[in-house]
């Protein structure tokens, strides 16, 4: 079977940090783009960043931007998701997915959600004090 298993999701204080990992089952991460995708109670699932299958590439929204990063473990087939300065408005379920049709990618990634799969359990991050 092929999903991702997450972890490192916590309650947190505001300004705290988190990482989050995206361990792959089944399949390599370094095939894909992976993205990494949050669902905030009564909201749309939104796509909040992505790392490019070469790895060359990465993408945040611009409500995470210079707060989060993104990145690869190759040897260990897991991604990272390293959350600084953590706001209430972060609190949510954040998934990681790939993109299947990706596999051939030499460009940048793209965190649709659409595009996505190999969707994991989630794991949820708190903010608050």
């Known amino acids: 079977q092929l999903q991702f298993v997450e972890s490192g999701g916590d309650l947190v204080q505001p300004e705290g940090s988190l990482r989050l990992s995206c361990a792959a089952s089944?399949?390599?991460?370094?095939?894909?783009?992976i993205g990494w995708f949050r669902q905030a109670p009564g909201k749309e699932r939104e796509g909040i960043s992505c790392?490019?299958?070469?790895?060359?590439?990465?993408k945040y929204t611009n409500s995470v931007k210079g707060r989060f990063t993104i990145s690869r473990d190759s040897a260990k087939n897991t991604v990272y998701l390293q959350m600084n300065n953590l706001k209430p408005e972060d609190t949510a379920t954040y998934y990681c997915?790939?993109?299947?049709?990706?596999?051939?990618?030499?460009?940048?990634?793209?965190?649709?959600?659409?595009?996505?799969?190999?969707w994991g359990q989630g794991a949820q991050v708190t903010v608050s004090s």
């Open positions: 997915a790939a993109d299947p049709g990706s596999t051939t990618n030499t460009g940048p990634c793209y965190p649709l959600d659409f595009n996505y799969d190999y």
């Open positions: 790392i490019s299958r070469r790895g060359g590439y990465t």
């Open positions: 089944g399949f390599l991460v370094d095939r894909y783009d």
